[in-house]
């Protein structure tokens, strides 16, 4: 049973234009990520976020932005997007920050395509 | 700094045997926690099995279990009586509390598993 929603499920856009993802998860947890994941299927923590705080922030470029007005949102916006942005972006949870033996539970991803 | 290895990029297997996928690690951290997750042909993400870096036995869930040999940081996962269904990506990921508690994931092991 999915509990990890995120919006949408792909989007096709220009270089240079907005994109904004969504993601909320309805496991009543702490903490919240974005990974992106690229067509090799690498997979590489972006942003962590512990009850609406950014706790993590690895090296990404500035024209990525997330936002969490409450625990159980986190999204993510990319202005002027260039096409190495292309790739699946997954929303994950986690019960709590510090929680290392947890599991991390992963939402369906959205799918950008920058043309 | 956290690295994780899956040398093997594709496996194939029939039905009905069992499998081994290879994973290694590196960590300067004493304690820590390492995870298989395994991604399906639609991308969903889910987990499936935890070794917990101080626990000496292998860790066990079903069909799935954990070869951990702790002096070669190799974190091997076995799948017996394989099914058509466990076709998909199988990842190995490492979380420690020195890289502020973030995921990193191995390339992933692509796996087929054939009639």
């Known amino acids: 049973e999915t509990a990890v929603f995120q919006t949408p499920n792909y989007h096709v856009t220009q270089v240079g234009n907005e994109v904004s993802f969504n993601c909320k998860q309805t496991?009543?947890?702490?903490?919240m990520y974005w990974y992106k994941q690229d067509s090799k299927k690498l997979l590489k923590i972006m942003f962590s976020?512990?009850?609406?705080?950014?706790?993590v922030n690895e090296t990404v470029p500035r024209r990525f932005s997330p936002q969490s007005s409450d625990k159980a949102h986190l999204n993510l916006r990319i202005k002027s997007v260039e096409p190495e942005d292309s790739a699946v972006y997954l929303c994950?949870?986690?019960?709590?920050?510090?929680?290392?033996?947890?599991?991390?539970?992963f939402g369906p991803g959205t799918r950008l395509t920058v043309l | 700094a956290q690295k994780v290895t899956q040398t093997q990029t594709s496996i194939s297997v029939m039905e009905k045997t069992t499998v081994t996928m290879d994973c290694v690690y590196e960590?300067?951290?004493?304690?820590?926690?390492l995870f298989w997750y395994k991604q399906t042909a639609s991308g969903e993400i889910v987990f499936l099995i935890r070794?917990?870096?101080?626990?000496?036995e292998n860790a066990t869930e079903g069909h799935y279990s954990l070869n951990f040999q702790k002096p070669k940081s190799s974190i091997g996962l076995i799948i017996t009586a394989t099914q058509i269904e466990d076709s998909a990506v199988y990842f190995c990921?490492?979380?420690?509390?020195?890289?502020?508690?973030?995921?990193?994931f191995g390339q992933g092991t692509s796996l087929s598993v054939v009639p």
């Open positions: 496991l009543g947890h702490d903490t």
């Open positions: 990921a490492m979380r420690a509390s020195s890289s502020f508690s973030k995921l990193v």
């Open positions: 994950a949870s986690s019960p709590t920050w510090g929680a290392d033996y947890a599991e991390q539970f």
């Open positions: 070794q917990d870096s101080y626990k000496k």
């Open positions: 960590t300067r951290d004493s304690s820590y926690f």
């Open positions: 976020y512990n009850n609406k705080q950014l706790i």
